[in-house]
């Protein structure tokens, strides 16, 4: 990235850093280096996701159920809220993806729940499931409970029409959405999906044709792929 890019990001990692720890919302935005409180709402959608107090308050008031279950690619989670789900993630071992959810919801009200014991929860389970072993099997939507900027929302739902079995670039990506110049914004979209294989980000690949990044590994990116174009 470019030194101005790297300063932005360092900035904003300030200001999450800070909104976690500091007493009020004007002194985490002020520490982090930012000149001006309201340049930080206005754009706050673009880096927060949400507004300050709204991460500050990082998912307070909220309950979130969750198993961890074995699969093909891993460790898998998937968590829900009473909306629907709200996290899907693939890892090596249950306690990192705890911490992980916890990470992203540090103030709401997680509760594992295993073998069945929530019918809603089991249901979402073997969907992803299904999902990884045979995708696009079952074209019934999935509820989502994923909190996003609109810019963001449109690039979910740009990968959601994505048909299994084949790829799309970021490029096109940002075509689709009538943002042809968004190509570093629909990358920084597909990296912040929290539900993976649901809303498909593994589908977007560089233009020429390498994997680009993939928040739970290049190798499950890999296969992934590999077993939609199989099914296909």
Request: aromatic content about 6%; charged content about 25%.
């Amino acid at each position: 990235m470019s030194p101005r890019e790297y300063l932005e990001q360092a900035r904003l990692a300030r200001l999450r850093q800070g909104l976690r720890e500091e007493g009020s919302v004007s002194r985490a935005v002020f520490e982090a280096g930012f000149g001006s409180g309201s340049r930080v709402y206005e754009r706050s959608t673009v880096l927060l996701g949400m507004t300050p107090g709204e991460y500050r308050r990082e998912g307070e008031g909220l309950v979130i159920r969750y198993t961890v279950v074995p699969s093909p690619l891993g460790r898998l989670l998937v968590a829900v809220t009473d909306r629907g789900v709200c996290a899907v993630s693939m890892g090596d071992s249950d306690e990192a993806l705890v911490a992980s959810l916890r990470r992203e919801f540090a103030r709401a009200e997680l509760r594992r729940v295993d073998a069945g014991a929530d019918d809603w929860l089991a249901a979402q389970v073997r969907r992803v499931a299904e999902e990884i072993a045979q995708p696009g099997r079952d074209g019934t939507p999935v509820p989502l409970d994923l909190r996003g900027t609109a810019f963001q929302w449109r690039v979910w739902r740009a990968l959601i029409a994505i048909p299994p079995g084949t790829t799309r670039s970021y490029t096109e990506i940002a075509e689709a959405i009538g943002e042809p110049t968004a190509v570093r914004a629909v990358a920084r979209a597909c990296g912040a999906n929290r539900v993976a294989v649901i809303v498909p980000c593994h589908r977007v690949v560089r233009s020429d044709g390498t994997l680009g990044g993939y928040r739970w590994g290049l190798p499950r990116k890999a296969e992934l792929i590999r077993r939609e174009s199989a099914t296909a």
